[in-house]
């Protein structure tokens, strides 16, 4: 495609504060950046014109991540500026050669492929991109970026990413790592920097229901400021300050239970953990990968763990198109003593009982990194319109790790294990219905669960 046949960025002039970042990656060649930015100051109509001109320049196909595809599609797919135009609208039409709406995906005159994706369905991340923007980083499946980033190194690839804080969660610890790598673009503008939103709006938001804590993220991109609605955000930060999140060698004198979250085989999670007293030695969370039943099981006994027990969460007794249910798959791999729990009737009660047993966990930062990623992140929904916060958790990427830590709250009020020592329950209280059998320990039987004394 001959450079003068089409004018890219198209139908766009870059703010004072936005040029910084358009000179960055389209002059001076600049391939990483972070750009933490006040609500409306203009991000995504910033960003898409800056893939835009970078898809003219180079043939590959670009991604531009959402936390959900839902929220890429409002936001960018078929959302609009302030004054009405349409994002995608900078894009020319003599740029685009054909489109799928169902797929949010276009493939250009040139042959280079758009393509928006959310980061909540890690199998579609996609492949071999040359381009990616993460947008609303704070909120997003950190694991995307691990995915790609090996992928923009091989290729020469770029990347840039933008959002609001969400307190001190992996976006602040990238933006942090940003302001200190020569290599990288890093801004962060509030709205004393830019002037784009007039104190007097700020004070509406306010009086109409908005928590300042909100306002001093959403405003003033404050990464201190408490994260409105976290569920566990505060007790992880206490174990950072505690120093309970760091090295956790496990301990070959202890056993090894795991909790588990079930899904998609990417979406699946799975808690290690050790209990010496009342202490939670919590060795690693494995979550992300697109491994088979067998592999699964495979890559645990690999690291020669004395496994004791494997609690699943209540629909591991269910049936499947093969037959077995997936406890019974689990011990059909190699693995012993899989324990099938009761449906969780409330599941903000196993909620607080997993807070009032963080306190007393340590977590192994390598091996738990997505893990402790997801316990920050876990957050109640805010309801704009209403002015108040839902009753439930927000359903994201993060719910998987946190419903399988959540387990291991569950498993210990209901006898199914015991802190202290983790014993198996010796007195049957009553049978569970509707969970049919279990595999345990290489033998059928119906599967029951003892209360706690």
């Not at 990483?32 to 014109?49: E, P």
């Not at 920097?193 to 405003?219: K, L, N, S, W, Y």
């Not at 060698?249 to 290690?272: I, Y």
């Amino acid at each position: 495609m001959p450079k003068s046949a089409i004018e890219l960025p198209h139908r766009f002039t870059p703010r004072p504060y936005q040029q910084p970042v358009v000179t960055a990656f389209l002059r001076d060649g600049v391939k990483r950046g972070v750009c933490v930015w006040h609500r409306r100051a203009g991000k995504d109509k910033t960003f898409i014109n800056i893939m835009a001109a970078k898809m003219a320049e180079r043939v590959g196909s670009y991604f531009y991540y959402f936390p959900t595809a839902a929220m890429g599609r409002k936001i960018l797919w078929e959302g609009m500026d302030g004054a009405g135009m349409k994002f995608l609208d900078h894009f020319p039409q003599d740029f685009i050669r054909k489109a799928s709406h169902t797929e949010m995906k276009f493939e250009a005159v040139n042959g280079s492929i758009f393509r928006i994706i959310g980061t909540d369905r890690l199998d579609v991340v996609g492949t071999n991109p040359v381009g990616c923007i993460f947008s609303e980083t704070s909120l997003q499946n950190p694991l995307g970026w691990e995915y790609v980033r090996p992928i923009l190194a091989e290729n020469g690839g770029w990347a840039l990413f933008n959002g609001t804080p969400r307190g001190k969660n992996w976006f602040h610890d990238l933006t942090r790592m940003a302001e200190k790598n020569p290599d990288w673009f890093c801004q962060v503008l509030t709205v004393d920097d830019t002037g784009a939103i007039p104190p007097e709006a700020i004070e509406d938001e306010r009086r109409m229901g908005m928590p300042e804590e909100m306002v001093r993220q959403e405003f003033y991109c404050d990464f201190t400021a408490a994260t409105p609605g976290a569920i566990y955000a505060q007790l992880m930060e206490s174990a950072r300050r505690e120093g309970r999140i760091g090295s956790v060698p496990q301990d070959g004198g202890l056993p090894v239970w795991t909790f588990w979250d079930l899904g998609a085989p990417v979406n699946t999670a799975v808690w290690s953990v050790q209990f010496l007293g009342r202490e939670i030695r919590v060795l690693a969370c494995d979550t992300g990968a697109d491994w088979t039943t067998g592999r699964r099981v495979a890559e645990m006994m690999a690291r020669n763990w004395a496994y004791a027990g494997h609690i699943l969460p209540h629909d591991g007794a269910a049936r499947q198109k093969g037959g077995l249910t997936y406890a019974e798959e689990l011990e059909k791999a190699g693995l012993r003593n899989v324990i099938t729990l009761p449906v969780a009737k409330d599941r903000r009660a196993g909620i607080n009982r997993l807070r009032s047993m963080l306190p007393s966990m340590c977590f192994d930062e390598a091996r738990c990194k997505t893990g402790i990623a997801a316990l920050e992140a876990y957050h109640l929904e805010y309801d704009a319109r209403r002015k108040m916060y839902k009753d439930e958790p927000r359903h994201d990427w993060s719910s998987h790790a946190c419903d399988a830590l959540r387990y291991l709250a569950e498993a210990a009020a209901c006898g199914a294990v015991k802190v202290g020592g983790m014993e198996q329950p010796s007195r049957v209280i009553s049978p569970i219905e509707g969970l049919g059998d279990v595999w345990a320990g290489g033998r059928r039987r119906a599967h029951y669960i003892s209360a706690l004394d």
